[in-house]
């Protein structure tokens, strides 16, 4: 072992050894990876190995395809055998609505290139799998790409495959300290110190401790888990195929063959946590004594679904932990504030995501960005607030009893919530408001009478009406929407103009004035859709997504220059917006000075009734809008008196429901659905706003698109024959039986009575009017591009 390396990953797990693996192939050879024990001597030695390719997010989905087709590659690589069994697998749908959800998700999976998979009936499926029983099985999905792997096997080939490649690693080696360096690290182990520049936590059940080694809370926990292995059971043994991988959603359990015999894992609703500060250090490759009385409802229901288990004895129980971040997804990447230190753990399922992780994580460190966007996974998704150890518990647990569970898009779960709270949040809910939850803050929904309660479902909801009627009030009369759920950081000092010009992308607003901005990356895809306010007294805000908080500031952080300050204002300012034709008379009978001067896009310090407030004129709702930015301790005042001033004109509350169809209305995109990190300007209109005449990040790869070929598809706006569900995501858009596209975002325009999708498509059927067709829910729909913004295409209510 030398005592300097560039790259020290800590941990030789499936995900420690597919870094290494993934950084010596893309040309880091001078890396090592350090284990305590053996290889795979954390959760990795008695994971399942099973690899299967479904996930209710696409970007999770792509992630594990990428995976399991490496898997035979780095089996030829290495010359380990890992045990591969491509199987096939089967995903079974227990109820109409899981069965729409699966047909939904076969469509998805369309859209993300996963093209081998098909829709089967019950008596299909139990062919495939004969020793399943159909009871209750309305349909099912079938995979091909998905059995199971040697866990083992595949650790040591990773590991094996990336030292072929000049990659070191050592066993018998445990990191106990680590210390941050002007550049770089300095690893202490119980066989020397070791200096490098950049550390990995890929440490699996210890990766909490080795977070704190460099004073981070990784928001991470590792909870039990249950399989059992069966005897020999003879249907199985005669078989003259496998059993294909099933998971069967409903019945909380996923199977398959084992030697002659069967694995069954079980998702238990009854979780447990273990080690919520990480494994001891003492703890080996030692299991838990199996808890029947967690698991029983759902074993039972294993049995029904084979019953021919229920004959043959069981020769294996593992009761073992692994671990999870509230989402369930990945922390990967660099942490904020720590130079150097990257995280690459909480992968709940490594073998079916570990070779993503390796791949995302040594392509940002070797080129500063990922290929794929790692949005979902990005370790920066979370804030501070995800450290607390209550909020861990709740959302890793509610997580796990509902991996199996089918979670609605209009469904709210409970776990962690609500947190923060917008000092109005009591008084709203009186009103009758329905709560969100965006990163750590509840954002309002839409107003309902009392004991209202939404259904879930995956089509329209029953808040459809109440929704209609506030977009309704935004449209003609005067709305009042809870603005706190915006970003809102601070921008200063005798470089900040300096800065700003040079990390957005579009001219700087003048004083007094505020400016759409994209800001892109080095790679000339987009960083972010912002709005830079200049307030004219040397101070500059940046307004965008509240939930890409950590994220953005990072970005700011890893660009900043001498002579700016910035500041992330989300624990200071929230605020209101009042927004509508009326709009202006509400704000008028307020404010102190003279706003009707107030132009669109015009931005300004105004005393609105006793509260001191930071007034932009501009809406997303293309109404005429004031968007009134104030102190955290002024938001009950200011709802008061907006509530009072407004009620000649019948202002009403309003919700982000009724903003997302208003803005789906004029075509204006929104981060993470039409404006992603994969996207680029020209793909998605996003170039209209760059000052091609200056110079700012990402301006090289910018103009080569622009100059180039142009992209390959781009963003329009559709109407879909759509009759009770609108499209909302992901969705593959057809010509005949050539699939061009995909839905970004989608939903009902409530005041145009349309239903909307916005979508990129093939740039030959971009033109208003092209005939396509688009699966709603499964369902195949007729759809036609239609030119943007089908409400006030002029955007004269904006600027009235
Ligand atoms: C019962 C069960 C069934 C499962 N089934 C599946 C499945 O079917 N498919 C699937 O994909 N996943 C499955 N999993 C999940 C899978 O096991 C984990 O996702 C995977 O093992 C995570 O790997 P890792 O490398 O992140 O962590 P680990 O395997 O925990 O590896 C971390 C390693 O880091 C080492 N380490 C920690 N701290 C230090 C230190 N300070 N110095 C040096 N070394 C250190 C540890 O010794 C350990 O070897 C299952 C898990 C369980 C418990």
Redesign the pocket.
């Known amino acids: 072992m030398k005592s300097q390396y560039r790259v020290v990953v800590?941990?030789?797990?499936?995900?420690?050894?597919s870094v290494l693996y993934h950084l010596a192939k893309f040309g880091w050879s001078d890396v090592v990876m350090?284990?305590?024990?053996r290889?795979?001597?954390?959760?990795?030695?008695?994971?399942?190995?099973?690899?299967h390719a479904l996930n209710a997010d696409p970007n999770m989905a792509s992630l594990q395809a990428y995976t399991i087709d490496l898997l035979s590659e780095i089996e030829k690589e290495s010359g380990q055998n890992i045990g591969l069994h491509m199987t096939g697998g089967l995903t079974l749908a227990g109820t109409p609505e899981r069965w729409e959800w699966l047909q939904a998700n076969y469509r998805i999976f369309q859209s993300i290139g996963i093209d081998d998979c098909e829709l089967l009936s019950p008596e299909e499926a139990q062919k495939r799998c004969p020793i399943m029983s159909t009871d209750g099985v309305l349909g099912a999905m079938w995979a091909d790409r998905e059995g199971?792997i040697d866990?083992t096997g595949t650790v040591q080939a990773y590991a094996t495959a990336a030292r072929k490649r000049g990659a070191e690693y050592y066993e018998e080696?445990?990191?106990?300290e680590l210390i941050q360096t002007a550049d770089g690290w300095q690893v202490v182990?119980d066989r020397g110190t070791i200096t490098c520049e950049h550390v990995v936590n890929?440490?699996?059940?210890?990766?909490k401790?080795?977070g704190r080694m460099a004073g981070i809370e990784l928001p991470v926990s590792p909870l039990k888990?249950?399989?059992l292995i069966t005897d020999t059971v003879p249907e199985v043994a005669e078989a003259d195929f496998e059993m294909p991988m099933t998971v069967d959603l409903e019945g909380f359990t996923?199977m398959r063959q084992d030697q002659k015999g069967v694995l069954v894992?079980i998702y238990e609703v009854d979780h447990e946590h273990w080690a919520m500060d990480g494994a001891p250090w003492t703890y080996g490759e030692e299991l838990f004594q199996e808890q029947l009385d967690r698991i029983e409802t759902e074993l039972t229901l294993g049995f029904e679904r084979y019953p021919s288990i229920q004959n043959v004895g069981i020769k294996t129980w593992?009761?073992?932990?692994?671990?999870f971040s509230p989402d369930g997804n990945p922390l990967v990447g660099p942490v904020p504030g720590k130079p150097g230190y990257w995280s690459?753990?909480a992968?709940?399922?490594?073998?079916?995501?570990?070779g993503g992780v390796g791949k995302t994580l040594a392509e940002w460190m070797i080129h500063g960005e990922p290929e794929a966007d790692a949005w979902p996974m990005d370790v920066a998704r979370y804030g501070d607030f995800a450290q607390n150890k209550r909020y861990i518990r709740e959302t890793t647990g509610q997580f796990y009893s509902r991996r199996f569970v089918m979670t609605y898009p209009n469904e709210q779960l409970p776990a962690g919530r609500p947190l923060k709270m917008a000092p109005a949040h009591d008084a709203m809910t009186e009103a009758g408001c329905k709560w969100g939850v965006s990163w750590d803050l509840e954002v309002p929904l839409y107003f309902a009478p009392k004991d209202f309660e939404e259904t879930p479902t995956l089509k329209r909801s029953n808040a459809f009406d109440i929704v209609a009627e506030e977009c309704k009030v935004i449209r003609e009369g005067a709305g009042l929407l809870d603005i706190s759920g915006f970003s809102r950081f601070e921008v200063s000092g005798p470089n900040a103009q300096a800065w700003l010009d040079k990390v957005m992308a579009s001219k700087l607003p003048a004083p007094g004035r505020a400016k759409l901005a994209p800001m892109l990356g080095e790679n000339g895809r987009l960083k972010g859709d912002l709005t830079v306010l200049n307030w004219g007294d040397g101070k500059w805000w940046i307004m965008g997504s509240y939930y890409l908080r950590a994220w953005h500031m990072r970005w700011f952080d890893d660009h900043m220059i001498d002579g700016v300050d910035i500041r992330d204002l989300g624990e200071e300012y929230c605020g209101f917006a009042v927004v509508g034709p009326k709009s202006q008379g509400v704000v008028e009978k307020l404010a102190e000075q003279d706003i009707s001067g107030l132009g669109f896009m015009g931005c300004g310090d105004f005393d609105i009734g006793l509260v001191r407030a930071r007034v932009a004129r501009m809406s997303v709702t293309g109404e005429k809008g004031y968007e009134i930015n104030c102190r955290y301790g002024d938001h009950i005042k200011l709802r008061r008196m907006l509530l009072e001033a407004g009620a000649d004109e019948g202002i009403r509350e309003c919700g982000f429901n009724a903003m997302l169809s208003t803005r789906l209305e004029k075509s204006f995109g929104i981060w993470s659905a039409e404006f992603t990190q994969l996207y680029t300007p020209g793909m998605t209109g996003m170039d209209r706003w760059i000052d091609w005449d200056k110079d700012f990040v990402g301006k090289e790869a910018a103009l080569a698109e622009r100059d180039g070929n142009g992209p390959a598809q781009v963003q329009v706006t559709l109407e879909v024959d759509a009759l009770d569900a609108d499209a909302s995501g992901y969705e593959p858009i057809w010509s005949g039986n050539d699939r061009v596209g995909f839905v970004t975002s989608g939903g009902y325009g409530h005041y145009t009575g349309k239903s909307l999708a916005m979508a990129l498509v093939n740039r030959d059927k971009a033109e208003p009017g092209t005939e396509l067709t688009v699966h709603v829910v499964g369902v195949e729909r007729p759809a036609r591009v239609i030119a943007p913004s089908p409400y006030d295409p002029q955007g004269k209510a904006m600027r009235g």
């Open positions: 800590i941990g030789g797990g499936v995900v420690g050894a350090l284990e305590r024990r290889l795979a001597s954390g959760s990795s030695w008695h994971a399942a190995g099973g690899i199971y866990t080696t445990k990191v106990e182990t890929a440490a699996g059940l210890w990766a401790q080795v888990h249950h399989y996923y894992g593992v009761n073992g932990a692994f671990t690459a753990c992968v709940m399922a490594g073998f079916l995501q570990g």
